[in-house]
């Protein structure tokens, strides 16, 4: 059975797509058979997975509303060793588009469903933002990853995903949980980045994964030659912190400590 994490974080720009595909690539060097499920209209993850976002004649949106399922629409990343599920702007319509249906918010679920045996790991690339179609990722999933840059107004926006992602719990999916926040473009010559990191393994100890993301520039030129860092250049300190969270990620689901989503804090 695929274990499913949705990579989320309502903010926009804090690494939900280079941690998505780069723990796709990982995963998949690590000998799991991984799906990438690209959920962001804007298809980064896609592109970033080395597909052609314009090109696609079926996608995620075509999977939401029920034109196909996700073995007609899914295609392998070229170089990354993983599945991809992709997107791209067609997806903005499903939004509306759903609002018809019934059960809007378990389309994913339900369409994931019959590839359960198929893949270890599924990860879900969310938009920015609360949107029908992030529910369909948490609905869908047993736990959310949660990528966050360590500075001031991170730690404000946490405690209102985490009180989401409570809400969600309490309404929609009593199997998710908050597998872990993931430290990343990590700068260490910040002071702030250093507070604010130690903070967060005060507040959420255990929560926040032992393994922290550089900010490093290879992991940013990766996706314009479409392939995950990781594939890129596996030598560059991205691309070995990515592996190496991928591990730490693979060790805490063998020891599934997790807990249920933990306070939201009174930051
Ligand atoms: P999101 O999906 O949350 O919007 P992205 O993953 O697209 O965020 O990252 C936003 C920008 O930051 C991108 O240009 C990306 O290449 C860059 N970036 C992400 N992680 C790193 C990192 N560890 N080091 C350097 N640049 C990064
Ligand atoms: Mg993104």
Redesign the pocket.
């Known amino acids: 059975m695929a274990r499913i994490f949705v990579v989320a974080?309502q903010?926009?720009?804090?690494?939900?797509?280079?941690?998505?595909?780069n723990l796709a690539a990982a995963l998949a060097r690590l000998g799991r058979r991984t799906l990438l499920v690209d959920l962001?209209p804007q298809g980064?993850?896609t592109m970033g997975s080395g597909i052609d976002k314009r090109g696609l004649s079926r996608s995620v949106y075509h999977v939401l509303i029920g034109l196909c399922d996700v073995v007609e629409a899914a295609q392998p990343s070229p170089d990354g060793g993983y599945t991809v599920l992709p997107a791209n702007r067609e997806l903005a319509g499903a939004e509306l588009e759903l609002v018809d249906f019934e059960e809007r918010e378990t389309r994913l679920k339900d369409a994931l469903a019959a590839v359960d045996d198929q893949y270890d790991v599924i990860l879900v690339?969310c938009p920015?933002a609360l949107s029908l179609l992030t529910l369909n990722g948490f609905c869908a999933a047993h736990g959310v990853i949660i990528?966050m840059q360590c500075e001031y107004y991170a730690l404000e926006g946490l405690s209102d995903l985490v009180n989401t992602i409570r809400k969600i719990h309490a309404n929609f999916n009593t199997e998710l949980k908050v597998i872990g926040l993931l430290r990343?473009?990590?700068d260490p010559r910040i002071t702030l980045s250093q507070q604010v990191s130690a903070q967060l393994e005060q507040h959420f100890g255990d929560k926040v994964f032992k393994t922290v993301?550089?900010?490093?520039?290879r992991?940013?030129?990766?996706?314009s030659y479409g392939q995950p860092g990781v594939v890129f250049d596996p030598a560059s300190k991205?691309a070995r912190?990515y592996v190496e969270f991928a591990e730490e990620l693979l060790r805490r689901l063998d020891g599934d400590a997790g807990a249920a989503v933990p306070d939201a804090g009174q930051d």
């Not at 903010?11 to 595909?21: A, F, L, M």
């Not at 993301?213 to 520039?217: E, F, K, S, T």
């Open positions: 974080n903010k926009g720009g804090v690494g939900k797509t280079t941690t998505s595909v962001d980064n993850a690339d920015p990528p990343v473009m990590f993301i550089p900010r490093n520039v992991l940013a030129e990766a996706p991205g912190a």
